[in-house]
Nanobody
Framework: QLEESGGGVVQAGDSLRLSCAAS????????VAWFRQAPGKGREFVAA????????YYTDSVKGRCTISRDNAKNTVYLQMNSLKPEDTAVYYC??????????????????WGQGTQVTVSS
């Protein structure tokens, strides 16, 4: 199971750190990612990390503002988001791909998902 936390209501320019904790097993061998879904839109890739976090990937709209990291000893992955914008408003989901340690930007690649945490950025 994956469980996200850290969402909330913030103002534009603020920062948030999302956390995703895995329980019932370890995901240290697996690729992990963050996706988001705004009202009326599809689920969108945000960031991903390989099993060792040596390779990380970001969608263009968050590059330079967001950082994905993982602590495999704690079975937790993080998404640090800075300089938040109203267009970042969405439900944020963490995901794990238990078939590989190499990350993908594709939502279809991930087979474990959290329930999501709401991020609302006001202007």
């Amino acid at each position: 199971q994956l469980e996200e936390s850290g969402g909330g209501v913030v103002q534009a320019g603020d920062s948030l750190r999302l956390s995703c904790a895995a329980s019932g097993g370890t995901f240290k061998h697996y690729a992990v990612a963050w996706f988001r879904q705004a009202p009326g839109k599809g689920r969108e890739f945000v960031a991903a990390a390989d099993w060792n976090a040596l390779n990380t990937y970001y969608t263009d709209s968050v590059k330079g503002r967001c950082t994905i990291s993982r602590d495999n000893a704690k079975n937790t992955v993080y998404l640090q988001m800075n300089s938040l914008k109203p267009e970042d408003t969405a439900v944020y989901y963490c995901a794990a791909d238990t078939t590989t340690g190499w990350a993908s930007r594709s939502v279809r690649q991930y087979d474990y998902w959290g329930q999501g945490t709401q991020v609302t950025v006001s202007s």
